[in-house]
């Protein structure tokens, strides 16, 4: 007994151990994957955040581009440009309201070697509000050259007037972009920082776009040449334009850098990496662009963005830690324990489900057992019930045959016999009397009616057509219901009379019966063929109609017989029955039973029936 004890606690105390340490396993992988979990949908919203300032950005740098095409549209519709119009037209776009980004606007015009001293005197005279300074502008840098492209006009005014004659031509990196500008008619981007105007952390970039002379022939290079007029730019502030974006984002903590990746740069540019940095969200003047962020607990993701011909790439990078709430910190920890302790109690209650297995397979055999006995016992109910039927069902025929044949011999007899009389009787008072002799007449019509009801009673009874075979009977059973109803019937029948006990014969008569009742009250058919086979020792019979077919559920319909008394006849005699039926196509009943006799034994000849069976 203490020895049973000892292995008993031996073992709980190792399936302790064995629960404990599957609890661990499930609780730990819950708390990776619902951390897993926490952290895909942190990144899925870090990139949907990211995807947002990229296509805000995509818009508003297109709308800074419309807004430079329309300009340089409205400068080439007229023929003369003033400081007065330039700046009428500049005031009219409201630019602080609807282009906040937008700090500069100017025309460069085109300024050959021999339109210089015009130019310069000109560009003073316009130029009175710059006071004495005035005076000297001049294009810059000095230097004669074959042609200029001098800025003439920039709003707002005098903000940047050292700006005023500065020749863009000058430089050759801007010089090659500006005449690619003019020959191809197309808007072009510096893409990078604008030299004059950009500080630390604050990057402005040119846009610029052809001005042409109104009227002029546009189809080819030369052309283009001849009516260049002067170039539209603006000074776009991506620093103001980027931060302003940012402030959109709801999620404050997010880092974007924007890099121009397009090559070559200019010469004049010390840019030792790849990437030339247009704006960094963390950046200061001290320090512009700051190492990004990298690590395992950082989002980071590299987008492509076109601006106006140039393929910038910006960098958005967080710290995972911003993108989680408060529950997204414990519930990983929740999520273990709560799949520890679920694992604990349902490993306790397999083990001890476990431990009753034994009782549990022993009352499943027990009942087992009392199942198999039920169902012994209930088969063989249902073979005594079945015996008991066939019984009944034989009783009942040969009861049906046993009065049919007493009403044909005693009350089809005298019948037969008053008839006669009263037919004698018709015969002799028809010479003299009149009166008696139409009473005669009467009474023998009344006697002929009687005698085919009695006849009708007796084929309700049992057909004494049956004792021709069964042939017979399904022919004659089935021209009495094309007669009746009007279908067209049609029997097929290969074998001639099959020999068959009588009760055989009279169950498939009364299967054909009950089919023809069931096509007259439910198939609403216009055809019905019924067909006779005898093959390996089987006979079948099948009744087919083209009705409208068994509406579902209708065989297991409270209070319907007619298929299941089918049935009932055909299994007495070992037989099988299938009814095959699809809506609108017709219901087919066939049954099929052993014959007693070896098959092919075929009746060639039948024995009349009497002078009595003949006229009952």
């Not at 808007?187 to 105007?197: A, D, K, R």
């Not at 006779?532 to 017989?561: E, H, I, Q, T, Y």
Request: aromatic letters at 8%.
């Amino acid at each position: 007994m203490l020895t049973v004890l000892r292995n008993a606690f031996s073992l709980t105390r190792f399936s302790f151990r064995t629960g404990l340490l599957l609890s661990s396993i499930v609780g730990g992988g819950a708390y990776l994957a619902t951390a897993s979990s926490i952290e895909s949908d942190a990144q899925e919203r870090f990139l949907n955040h990211a995807k947002y300032a990229q296509s805000v950005i995509a818009v508003r740098t297109k709308s800074y581009a419309d807004l430079l095409r329309g300009s340089a549209s409205a400068m080439q519709s007229s023929d003369s440009l003033t400081q007065t119009l330039f700046h009428e037209y500049v005031q009219g776009l409201n630019l602080p309201r609807d282009y906040p980004a937008l700090d500069f606007i100017n025309f460069a015009t085109y300024v050959r070697a021999d339109q210089r001293e015009a130019f310069v005197r000109q560009l003073r005279a316009e130029k009175g509000f710059l006071g004495p300074r005035a005076a000297d502008l001049d294009i810059l840098p000095p230097g004669i050259r074959p042609a200029y492209l001098a800025v003439a006009y920039i709003e707002p005014q005098a903000q940047v007037p050292a700006m005023y004659g500065f020749d863009l031509l000058a430089n050759p990196y801007f010089g090659d972009m500006l005449s690619r500008e003019r020959d191809e008619g197309s808007l072009q981007s510096s893409g990078t920082p604008v030299p004059h105007m950009s500080h630390p952390n604050e990057t402005y970039l040119g846009m610029r776009m052809p001005v042409y002379r109104i009227g002029m022939p546009l189809d080819n290079v030369a052309q283009r040449r001849a009516a260049y007029r002067g170039s539209m730019g603006i000074a776009l502030n991506v620093t103001k334009l980027l931060k302003s974006v940012m402030e959109e984002i709801s999620l404050a903590p997010l880092r974007m850098t924007l890099h121009d990746t397009w090559h070559p740069l200019p010469p004049n540019l010390d840019n030792p990496g790849h990437l030339l940095t247009l704006f960094d969200s963390h950046g200061t003047v001290r320090d512009p662009s700051p190492p990004l962020d990298t690590g395992a607990d950082v989002f980071s993701v590299s987008l492509p963005l076109e601006f106006n011909g140039r393929l910038w790439k910006a960098i958005y990078s967080v710290h995972k830690t911003a993108l989680y709430t408060k529950l997204d910190a414990y519930y990983p920890k929740l999520m273990m324990a709560f799949s520890f302790i679920g694992t604990m109690l349902l490993y306790a209650l397999l083990h001890a489900l476990s431990s009753s297995r034994r009782a549990a397979l022993q009352l499943a055999q027990e009942m087992t057992s009392e199942l198999r006995a039920s169902q012994n016992k209930l088969q063989l109910s249902h073979q005594k019930l079945r015996r008991l039927a066939d019984h009944a069902y034989q009783i009942k025929e040969l009861e049906r045959k046993r009065i049919a044949r007493e009403i044909h011999d005693d009350l089809g007899q005298n019948l037969l016999a008053l008839r006669i009389e009263a037919e004698i009787l018709a015969s002799r008072t028809r010479p003299t009397h009149r009166i008696l002799h139409a009473r005669a007449r009467a009474t023998l019509q009344q006697i002929d009616t009687i005698i085919k009801s009695v006849r009708q009673i007796i084929n309700d009874l049992r057909p004494t057509v049956l004792d021709l075979g069964l042939s017979a009977a399904v022919e004659w059973q089935v021209d009495q219901f094309q007669r009746r109803t009007g279908i067209q019937c049609e029997v097929r029948d290969d074998h001639g009379e099959i020999e068959l006990p009588d009760h055989c014969a009279t169950a498939f008569f009364r299967i054909l019966q009950e089919s023809l009742t069931n096509v007259v009250r439910h198939a609403h058919a216009t055809k019905m063929v019924v067909e006779l086979r005898l093959s390996a020792g089987w006979l079948s019979m099948s009744v087919k109609d083209n009705g409208c077919g068994l509406p579902p559920g209708v065989r297991n319909k409270f209070g319907s017989f007619g298929l299941v008394g089918i049935e009932e006849r055909i299994m007495i005699l070992g037989g099988t029955c299938a009814v095959f039926s699809e809506p609108g196509a017709g219901t087919t009943v066939m049954v099929s039973a052993p014959v007693l006799d070896a098959p092919g034994h075929l009746l060639q000849n039948h024995q009349e029936h009497n002078a009595g069976s003949a006229v009952i």
